[in-house]
T-cell receptor, first 114, second 105 residues
Framework: EAGVTQSPTHLIKTRGQQATLRCSPISGHTSVYWYQQALGLGLQFLLWYDEGEERNRGNFPPRFSGRQFPNYSSELNVNALELEDSALYLC?????????????FGPGTRLLVL | KDQVFQPSTVASSEGAVVEIFCNHSVSNAYNFFWYLHFPGCAPRLLVKGSKPSQQGRYNMTYERFSSSLLILQVREADAAVYYCAVCSNDYKLSFGAGTTVTVRA
C-alpha cells in the first residue's frame, strides 16, 4: 500500500512569491495535517483538513492556507513568501477523526526562500 | 500556550537503554505519541497511548503530564531524531523540538 506522498520534494522561491505544496494521503484516509519544521526547531502544527473542511489551524499567519479536494488530497499555499518560511513541510494523514489515531507522515517538501 | 519539552540530545553506547523524557503544558491532553525521524524520510510512529505500553524494543511510560521513551538494547542504527507529541481534545498534535540520539559503538 502506498504511503503519504508529497510533491515537489524540493522547491526554491524568492521573497514575495507564492508556493504551492501538494499531499496525497494514504488511500482511505480522510484527514490531512500539515506541519512546518524550520531548521533547528521541532514540528509545528499548521493546518488540519478533514472531509474537505479546515478543522483546525496552528499559530501561523493567514498567508498560510490550503484546501482539501474531494479525493482527500490537499494543497498548502504560502503567499508573500518570507525568508523565514524556509523549512521542511510535512504532510500527514489519518484514517478517522480520532484523538488516538496515528498520523502517517510523508517525506516532506523542503522549501527554500531566497 | 501548549508546549512540549524534551532534551535536545541524548548520548548512549551500544547495548544500553536510552531514556528520552518528555513533559508538556498542553491543555486537555489526551495521548502521547513517540515518532522516529531519519532526515530525508517520513517520521514513523514508534509507540503511542495514554497508558504505559511497549512495541518491540520501545517502551513508553505514562504520567498525565510526562512520558518517557525507553529504547532497549540500543544500536548504532537507532541514531536518529525522536519526537514526543501530545494530542489534545481538539485533535491537534503538539510536537516537542526533537531529541537527537547518538550511539557509540
Amino acid at each position: 500500500e502506498a504511503g503519504v506522498t508529497q510533491s515537489p520534494t524540493h522547491l526554491i522561491k524568492t521573497r514575495g512569491q507564492q508556493a504551492t505544496l501538494r499531499c496525497s494521503p494514504i488511500s482511505g484516509h480522510t484527514s490531512v495535517y500539515w506541519y512546518q519544521q524550520a531548521l533547528g526547531l521541532g514540528l509545528q502544527f499548521l493546518l488540519w483538513y478533514d472531509e474537505g473542511e479546515e478543522r483546525n489551524r496552528g499559530n501561523f499567519p493567514p498567508r498560510f492556507s490550503g484546501r482539501q479536494f474531494p479525493n482527500y488530497s490537499s494543497e498548502l499555499n504560502v503567499n508573500a513568501l518570507e525568508l523565514e518560511d524556509s523549512a521542511l513541510y510535512l504532510c500527514a494523514s489519518s484514517p478517522t477523526v480520532s484523538r488516538g489515531e496515528t498520523q502517517y507522515f510523508g517525506p516532506g517538501t523542503r522549501l527554500l526562500v531566497l | 500556550k501548549d508546549q512540549v519539552f524534551q532534551p535536545s540530545t541524548v548520548a548512549s553506547s551500544e547495548g544500553a537503554v536510552v531514556e528520552i523524557f518528555c513533559n508538556h503544558s498542553v491543555s486537555n491532553a489526551y495521548n502521547f505519541f513517540w515518532y522516529l525521524h531519519f532526515p530525508g524520510c517520513a517520521p514513523r510512529l514508534l509507540v503511542k497511548g495514554s497508558k504505559p505500553s511497549q512495541q518491540g524494543r520501545y517502551n513508553m511510560t505514562y504520567e498525565r503530564f510526562s512520558s518517557s521513551l525507553l529504547i532497549l538494547q540500543v544500536r548504532e542504527a537507532d541514531a536518529a531524531v525522536y519526537y514526543c507529541a501530545v494530542c489534545s481534545n481538539d485533535y491537534k498534535l503538539s510536537f516537542g523540538a526533537g531529541t537527537t540520539v547518538t550511539v557509540r559503538a
